[in-house]
């Protein structure tokens, strides 16, 4: 405008004609004019796309709230059974003592009849949820879908974690999707009471509380160590009316052997098991119940990964890895089996990591074989990837993967390459544990905690390559009975082992010779 202004000065006294200047002076002015316009148009337009695309982002962040609740009226009527969509079954169970595939009479003597139908069952993908059991998981289902928003603004990731909370309900973990469960089973086939095993404490405060709701006697096998480190899990199990006995124990001819061939130890998951099953075989009215391996277990976990779908679905929210702790396969194989099917069915693609403690590395340092499912030797046999049913495993902190197998169905997906499988050390875990509840607000469960290492880990990796990808992880439960592992990680006392490979070996060196 003012060397418009400037320039019709000059010519006026220059001595132009009025009309050749009136008619210049507008060019010059619409000339300017139109270039003023078009840079100020231009500056608008690319300040208001920077606005849109901040708004887009903010309103994409807000559509995805920190949790995703599905309505009661969206919980799973069915559970999902991933077998029917395998090509290749898992193999059966065998009769230690015929060498043969078990039949369902030959287990009634320890499992509920129902349960021995959903144990053998291959064909059928989806099994109803009775009415009673459903009633009982509006308690403390539907459980949450969490977008770990803090813990990726700790690491400065491109990628999205999601992890699903099983923490909110008593017994602070996912174990009580499938102990209401067994315990209806049982009250409906009008048994007195059940025995089981337990390791940390999850599933015996779960099936504490399931038979302590349909008025069932419940008798613990507590791995020792445990049973030491976890005094207040163990009240708990007391309070809802519980007896619980540190195993292995002087109160089983099995439990007698054990401690006469280890004198000392600290137990296991298959000492536990075995002095549980003969407890629940001699005593009139009882029937054994286990928290994890069998196939009915994964069965009713799947109301997990079911739920899981549902709700990122809601949001078209599509994971690219799905992670879960692996100790038997009730939480990883829960999980990941509804995502699963889809896979194999060719309907989508995921990745999926089973992550298990370096001390007890049956995935990724076992064997696939036959072999006992307890210690003693009294259970039927299953084709697993397994250390050896002799291996007692050092007494880290995460007791509920101190289990010498892996359930077969997660090995036989692992044997067929469609599952991968990750081991890490205790500190490394308790050290992702701190980092996600100084920013997530959970203290986290010292399993559930294997799954948030391989989290952050792959997580890190996207930071890396910049890639975006969604990562899903099971929260199993929380530590707050765990305190004594926090305190040892606190002090800077925790230790690490990891067994040797003649250890292992000398471990698998005693697994049975099954012909298949």
């Known amino acids: 405008h003012m060397l418009v202004c400037e320039g019709v000065g000059v010519l006026r006294q220059a001595g132009w004609h009025r009309r050749r200047f009136r008619l210049l002076s507008q060019r010059i002015w619409d000339e300017s004019f139109f270039c003023f316009y078009t840079s100020f148009h231009t500056s608008q337009v690319l300040m208001k796309r920077q606005k849109e695309k901040k708004m887009s982002e903010s309103t994409n962040n807000k559509a995805i709230p920190y949790k995703i609740y599905l309505h009661e009226s969206e919980m799973p009527t069915h559970y999902y059974n991933v077998r029917a969509d395998m090509k290749k079954k898992p193999a059966p169970l065998v009769n230690p003592g015929t060498g043969k595939p078990i039949t369902a009479d030959e287990l009634k003597p320890i499992f509920c009849d129902e349960l021995i139908d959903q144990e053998l069952n291959e064909t059928d993908r989806y099994i109803e949820i009775p009415q009673e059991i459903r009633d009982f998981y509006k308690m403390y289902r539907p459980s949450p879908l969490v977008r770990a928003y803090c813990l990726e603004e700790k690491l400065q990731t491109p990628a999205k974690i999601y992890y699903k909370f099983e923490g909110n309900n008593t017994s602070g973990s996912h174990k009580l999707n499938s102990a209401i469960a067994q315990a209806y089973y049982a009250k409906k086939e009008g048994l007195k009471g059940v025995t089981t095993e337990t390791g940390a404490g999850q599933w015996g405060t779960a099936l504490s509380m399931a038979c302590s709701y349909f008025g069932l006697d419940c008798n613990v096998y507590m791995v020792k160590v445990s049973y030491e480190q976890k005094p207040f899990r163990r009240e708990v199990m007391r309070t809802y009316g519980a007896s619980v006995t540190p195993s292995p124990s002087e109160t089983t001819e099995i439990g007698k052997k054990i401690l006469g061939e280890h004198p000392g130890t ?16 001699t005593t009139e009215g009882y029937k054994y119940v286990l928290g994890s391996v069998l196939n009915q277990v ?68 076992g064997r696939y074989a036959y072999d006992f499912c307890d210690t003693g030797r009294v259970c039927p046999m299953a084709k697993m990837y397994t250390l050896g049913s002799g291996y007692i495993p050092a007494p880290n902190h ?67 390559t910049g890639e975006e990808k969604t990562i899903l992880f099971g929260l199993t439960g929380t530590g707050y009975f765990d305190l004594y592992a926090y305190e040892k990680f606190n002090d800077g006392v925790m230790t690490d082992y990891v067994p040797s490979d003649e250890e292992i070996e000398a471990s698998l060196a005693t697994l049975p010779n099954i012909e298949e």
Request: charged share 25%; net charge negative.
């Open 266 to 281: 600290t137990g296991s998951l298959g000492c536990a098991i075995s002095e549980a099953v003969e407890a629940a075989t």
């Open 298 to 365: 994964l069965l009713h976990q799947s109301i997990i990964g079911e739920e899981a779908m549902a709700a990122m679905k809601k949001y078209d929210i599509k994971p690219d890895v799905i992670i879960g702790c692996a100790g038997g396969g009730s939480n990883v194989g829960g999980l990941m089996s509804p995502f699963m099917g889809e896979k194999l069915r060719g309907e989508a693609d995921y990745r999926f990591i089973a992550v298990e403690p370096a001390s007890c590395p049956s995935l990724t340092r």
């Open 398 to 464: 995460a007791g509920g993967l101190r289990y010498h197998g892996m359930s077969p169905i997660v090995s036989e997906l692992y044997h067929q390459g469609k599952l991968e499988a990750v081991s890490y050390t205790q500190t490394e875990v308790f050290e992702a544990a701190r980092d996600f509840a100084r920013v997530e607000g959970i203290l986290p469960a010292p399993e559930s905690s294997h799954a948030i290492k391989a989290a952050i880990d792959e997580a890190l990796k996207c930071k890396e």
